[in-house]
């Protein structure tokens, strides 16, 4: 699809309210709905995952706990989600490729980010005391065997870990990825204020979500603007 970031507000008004009328009523809410949730205070940077089952469960967990971008690093491998298991959710979350660790990271603190490194050898912070508050933050899943790259470990502004209490040492990225973006996402609606899109970002993005879920959506713009976007 064409970009349509910094478009006037105007702009995305009108085409949203053509596209509506394409629309169920329950559709249009079902989006709104969603998207009042939707938050890029914090997002992931996944590491070279090779498993597609883990890429398309990371994908359907940003989506189910509200996190609108997530990243990934494919200098070993590209990100490829199972088509069975994302089950189209990648749709409603914006994937952002890195072709390396360095050039991730950079993009990250470039966005104003806090590189939060997830692994069960470093004592650091817990979901229950990882500080929230402190700026928007990044958590970083490592590959599913090898964990976290070293630069990632010599880059990281904090660590974060699952405390176990039986005989396993550490969860596999999946499990540790759904328990890491549901307690944090949950703690950031009730503890930062401002963690909510922008006004034009959630314009912007309930555009392209309208644009996905109608039919022809692109003739009927076209029609009525003289423009596909």
Known sequence: MTNTENRAPEWYA??????????LPERSETLRRALAMRTRYMTLLAE???HPQNAAALIRHCEAFGVQ?????????????????????DRWVDVVRHASTT???????AGGYRIVATTPHRE??????????????????GTEHAGISDEV??????????PMCGMVESLNVSASAAILIYQLAQRVREQVGGWRL?????????????????????????RRFGDPI
């Open 48 to 50: 070279n995952t090779f």
């Open 124 to 141: 650091d912070r817990t979901p229950e005391t990882f500080d929230v508050g402190a700026g928007p933050f990044a958590l970083v899943f």
């Open 153 to 162: 470990v010599a880059s990281a502004d904090e660590f974060l870990r699952i």
């Open 69 to 89: 971008r997530m990243h990934t690093v494919e200098a070993l491998c590209p990100f490829e989600p199972s088509a069975s298991v994302v089950r189209g959710t």
């Open 198 to 222: 922008s006004a034009d970002e959630h314009a912007e993005l309930l555009y392209r979500w309208m644009r996905t879920s109608v039919a022809d959506a692109d003739a009927i713009l076209r």
């Open 14 to 23: 009108g085409r949203i309210a053509c596209l509506e009328e394409f629309m």
């Open 103 to 109: 050039e991730a990271l950079a993009a990250l603190r």
